[in-house]
């Protein structure tokens, strides 16, 4: 039977672990090659690996998002590598603890955890599309699928750097749709609830019972599940789909 992605290329970052490593797996096994970028490179290898000993065709690439030239050598070297970009999943992100803005409200978040959020979360999503575009535009066609969040729906209480970054995310995707439209490029974001990764192992130990009592399905979501959304995103069977951010969150947003 064809892969949903048979013939592509594909580039993603965060691809280390959580929702970017199941979403690479999940790529290879639609039939994608898939550039596996990370700031952690080790990470990324290892996800090369469980896509290569599977079958799949992947390589490794060290990228911190937040740095201009890392970020357009990342492109080049996938570039140089398959030939072509078909899909790009703009993925790597940070959370509020890796800031030192644990259970901060709005006023008290440090302004050195402001910049570092916005940094990684939301310029590094602009220097990836950047790059991405300009490669897409000249094919004349591309996907690209940006990792926003409900945090990028929905204020949530001492998220507020992260909710303002991924808002910024949703912001560009609706933008980029609309300008890059007429160059076959579609932009798409998706939204995903509280999934089970590294990322969200601390708030759920702290605040999960109260969290879960808000996520109508009253469990936590896959990475695996995130995984099947930007695969369709990214396919042509998405095809007249651009601009928009789909909620995979267990019905939280419909709160
Ligand atoms: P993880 O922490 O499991 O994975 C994030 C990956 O991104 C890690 O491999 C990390 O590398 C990498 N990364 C972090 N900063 C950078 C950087 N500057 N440059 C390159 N890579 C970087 O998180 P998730 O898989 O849970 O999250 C993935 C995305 O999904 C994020 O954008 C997150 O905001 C978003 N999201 C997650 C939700 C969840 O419930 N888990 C909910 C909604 C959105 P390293 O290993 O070095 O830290």
């Known amino acids: 039977m064809a892969g949903m992605l048979d013939g592509k290329t594909a580039l993603i970052t965060g691809g280390g672990r959580g929702i970017?490593?199941?979403t690479a797996l999940l790529f290879a096994r639609e039939g994608a090659r898939v550039a596996v970028a990370d700031m952690n490179l080790d990470g990324a290898k290892e996800t090369v690996a469980m896509i290569n000993t599977a079958g799949g065709q992947a390589m490794s690439i060290g990228c911190d998002v937040t740095k201009p030239d890392q970020v357009a050598?990342?492109?080049q070297a996938a570039v140089s590598a398959f030939g072509r970009l078909d899909c790009a999943f703009n993925n790597a992100g940070i959370a509020?603890?890796?800031?030192?803005?644990l259970g901060k409200k709005t006023a008290d978040w440090p302004e050195a955890a402001f910049d570092?959020?916005?940094d990684v979360n939301l310029k590094g999503v602009w220097l990836?599309?950047?790059g991405?575009?300009?490669?897409m535009v000249k094919q004349g066609k591309g996907a690209i699928v940006n990792t926003a969040s409900i945090a990028g729906l929905a204020g949530l209480p001492t998220s507020s750097i992260y909710v303002a970054a991924k808002h910024g995310v949703v912001g560009l995707t609706k933008t980029a749709a609309i300008e890059y439209a007429e160059n076959g490029v579609r932009v798409n974001s998706v939204c995903p609830g509280y999934i089970e990764t590294d990322m969200t192992r601390?708030?759920?130990a702290r605040r999960g019972k109260e969290l879960m009592a808000l996520t109508p399905f009253r469990r936590m979501g896959r990475a695996e599940e995130i995984a099947e959304m930007v695969c369709w995103l990214a396919s042509d069977r998405s095809s007249y789909v651009s601009g928009a951010n789909y909620n995979v969150d267990?019905?939280?947003m419909a709160g």
Do not use: N, T
């Not at 509020?96 to 803005?101: R, S």
């Open 20 to 22: 970017g490593r199941a």
């Open 73 to 75: 050598a990342m492109i």
């Open 96 to 101: 509020g603890y890796q800031v030192d803005a």
């Open 116 to 118: 570092r959020m916005i």
């Open 128 to 130: 990836c599309m950047r």
């Open 132 to 135: 991405e575009l300009e490669q």
């Open 202 to 204: 601390d708030v759920m």
């Open 250 to 252: 267990g019905g939280f």
